[in-house]
């Protein structure tokens, strides 16, 4: 083989790991299966048609929810490698350079590649739905989001058969992922593939910010916004705030290792402490942003599976966003041992410790929610109850970390490990899959199958405590973090074997729940009646799974659970709720008196206005995704390609007229009378 051929080989591949090698396999024949589907039964005009050009938020919401189960499984294999690398001391499973691969990437995947567009997936399946509106403010920049995302994603996960992962740790804290200290395309995959999905978060950001305060149903004031709507609103305020200074800082990053530029290099006038600050001005928001949607999810499980209304509705709302404010004033505890001081440590310790406060309002409101409840302890249930321990645990842990005197203790120890865990997966995680059994039926008209389910949810929660319990006590025992191997006399094993064993009883549990999934596709109970929960909202008042329009008639909201109130007029005959067991507290105004009893008596049928799928916000980001690309290995013809191809595709889409079309009535009559709402 030619010389000049070899050094590209060895430069563009990652050789010489069995691992790496098993993983290319994989990946081939993965990736030729699916052609072969595609192919064989003639699918690609429906892939492109229906999927790739879609701007429908429902069609949308699913894609990004196969794309956090198919991270959740990528962030989940390399926690299982790293946890079978440290079952036993002295153990060389994995190479060295491998194992600070594999942490760096499982970090940035669970939080940046699978808790962002799990949130994004239940923000684009519910809120417009639960706002009474037809779409989201901008469906096209809805679909760039997506697919900026994507192509972020991709680029990432591609880095460990192609060029080689990112290893300085999922912060990328300069100088080590400095050119000097952080050689080959590893970083730059990093760098690029954050900023280019980071430009979707944004847009999603904005996006729904704007179509929760523009676009709610005549009569839904803000105090009568759903719950999960509320945290959708406040992670957007979140995301719009915070992202500009994760960009900034990769910016700069980027500058350091592509231009020769110094920003972060201390011996020529550079201040790597910026990096620090800007990336945890983003990064401690960030853990709000992916928890709140979870909040807000429990919130809603909590009142529809204890027939109740939500206990303390409005410091429900007013907890929410005073951790919007809080979350900004808490970044410096990611670095006490770092010589800010005792005057800024305890300011940051004591705003630390006060963010416990509108936490804990909202667990003592979902318990009172639940108290003398009829409490129906279905798949979504079992995953909010389950969370509420998890996140006390998480929550007392974190008070103890904003101890600034006792953080030089527990930092960078698996103390911390352990806490943050506890914390986001107790949080997220749980939040998240509770969202997902609770809005499937919405999503695909059947019901996921509650015996996988409890299998899947008792497996990955016993497992969840047996493996990061003993990580506190490693914690206290002196282990770090990002510890590769460790001595057999540190006392240690034991609790590094009872760890591992934990991850794996966690990964079974995961299985399970693609089980589920599987299962309930060929074996799912239909949902013909589109409120199989008996839902409060008002999501639960169309369909399964909701016509593309999704409201024939635009709701009117006369107070807070419309759906519910809805459902309980017409239940008693009559539009007089005072006496509806559980809303005696609403009061009724004349309004209410007159308000429809259901959404079919809402008046004539109209046109609808739609907006008219599209390409290009496919073919933008996959630009955006070469022009990524050639710069992460200094191809920059390549990069300049990719960059031509965004611009002409924004300047086609701005001469761009005919972007929407109208529903006719006709039509709309045709599909109410399919769901037999005629």
């Known amino acids: ?25 994989s990946i081939i024949i993965v990736s030729i299966a699916i052609l072969f589907v595609l192919t064989y039964y003639k699918k690609w005009g429906w892939l492109w048609r229906e999927w790739l050009t879609t701007v429908d938020h429902k069609k949308i919401g699913i894609m990004y929810l196969i794309a956090a189960l198919l991270m959740f499984f990528r962030g989940g294999v390399d926690a299982i490698l790293m946890r079978t690398q440290l079952v036993w001391p002295g153990m060389h499973f994995l190479q060295s350079e491998h194992y600070n691969q594999i942490f760096t990437t499982h970090g940035t995947i669970m939080i940046l590649f699978m808790a962002m567009p799990f949130i994004f997936a239940m923000f684009n399946i519910a809120v417009p739905l639960q706002i009474g509106a037809r779409d989201v403010a901008f469906p096209y920049l809805n679909a760039i989001s997506f697919w900026m995302f994507f192509f972020g994603a991709m680029l990432l996960n591609i880095s460990f058969v192609i060029g080689g992962s990112p290893d300085a740790g999922w912060v990328s804290y300069p100088p080590l992922a400095g050119p000097e200290y952080s050689l080959g395309p590893g970083e730059n995959f990093y760098l690029l593939a954050l900023q280019i999905s980071g430009i979707g978060s944004m847009g999603t950001g904005i996006n729904f910010f704007v179509t929760i305060l523009k676009m709610r ?9 759903p719950l999960f709507t ?35 290099t201390m011996l020529a006038g550079g201040n790597p402490m910026m990096y620090v600050n800007l990336f945890w001005v983003w990064g401690h928001p960030e853990v709000y942003i992916v928890v709140l949607p979870a909040f807000g999810v429990f919130s809603e499980v909590v009142a ?30 990611h670095f006490f041992t770092m010589g800010a001081g005792p005057g800024v440590n305890s300011f940051f310790a004591l705003a630390s410790m006060i963010i416990g406060i509108p936490t804990g309002v909202k667990v003592f409101n979902w318990l009172f929610t639940m108290y003398r409840g009829r409490i129906r302890m279905t798949a979504p249930m079992l995953w909010t109850v389950g969370f509420i321990p998890n996140f006390a645990i998480g929550g007392a842990t974190g008070v103890m970390l904003a101890v600034a005197p006792a953080d030089y203790q527990y930092h960078n120890s698996y103390f911390l490990i352990a806490h943050f865990h506890q914390v986001l997966i107790g949080g997220v995680v749980y939040g998240m899959i509770a969202g997902m059994y609770y809005w499937w039926p919405k999503m695909f008209g059947h019901m996921l199958d509650e015996r996988w389910a409890r299998h899947a949810f008792w497996w990955f929660n016993i497992g969840f405590y047996v493996c990061f319990v003993p990580q506190y006590l490693l914690g206290f025992m ?22 591992t064993v934990g991850a794996y009883m966690m990964g079974l549990g995961f299985i399970f ?62 539009t007089d709720v005072s006496t509806t067991p559980g809303v005696d507290s609403v009061s009724v105004t004349k309004s209410k008196q007159n308000a429809p009893q259901t959404l079919a008596q809402a008046g ?58 109208h529903i006719p009535v006709e039509e709309i009559e045709k599909t109410e009378a399919a769901y037999g709402r005629a």
Not at 217 to 225: C, D, E, L, S, Y
Not at 308 to 315: E, H, P, Q, V
Not at 518 to 537: A, C, E, I, L
């Open 217 to 225: 149903a005549p009569g839904m004031t803000m105090m009568r916004v």
């Open 478 to 499: 002196g282990m770090t973090r990002r510890i590769y191997v460790y001595p057999a006399n540190m006392g240690w094993n034991t609790l590094n074997l009872v760890s």
């Open 513 to 574: 729940l693609v089980v589920d999934v599987v299962y309930s596709v060929f074996r799912g109970q239909r949902d013909k009646t589109g409120d199989p929960w008996d839902g409060r909202t008002l999501e639960w008042s169309l369909p399964s799974p909701a016509p593309h329009y999704n409201f024939a008639r635009i709701p009117v909201v006369t107070s807070r659970d419309a759906w519910w109130i809805m459902k309980e007029a017409r239940r008693k005959d009559t």
């Open 230 to 264: 509320w945290s959708a609103l406040a992670a957007s305020i979140l995301i719009i705030l915070a992202f500009p200074a994760l960009t900034a800082a990769l910016a700069l990053l980027l500058f350091d290792r592509l231009a020769g530029a110094h920003f972060f």
């Open 604 to 661: 004539k049928l109209k046109p609808i206005h739609m907006p008219k799928d599209s390409g290009r916000p496919f073919i933008l980001s996959l630009c955006f995704f070469l022009f990524g690309w050639g710069l992460v290995f200094e191809w920059y013809w390549l990069a300049i390609i990719g960059l031509l191809g965004v611009l002409t595709t924004l300047v086609l889409r701005s001469f761009e007229t005919d972007t929407s079309y």
């Open 304 to 333: 529809t599976f204890s027939r109740k209304r939500t206990f303390g509705y409005a410091s429900m709302v007013a907890s929410m966003m005073a951790i919007v404010v809080l979350s900004y004033l808490v970044w410096v505890h």
């Open 1 to 25: 083989m030619p010389a000049a051929l070899t050094n590209f080989a060895t430069h563009f591949f990652v050789l010489g790991d069995p691992l790496i090698y098993g993983a290319d396999a």
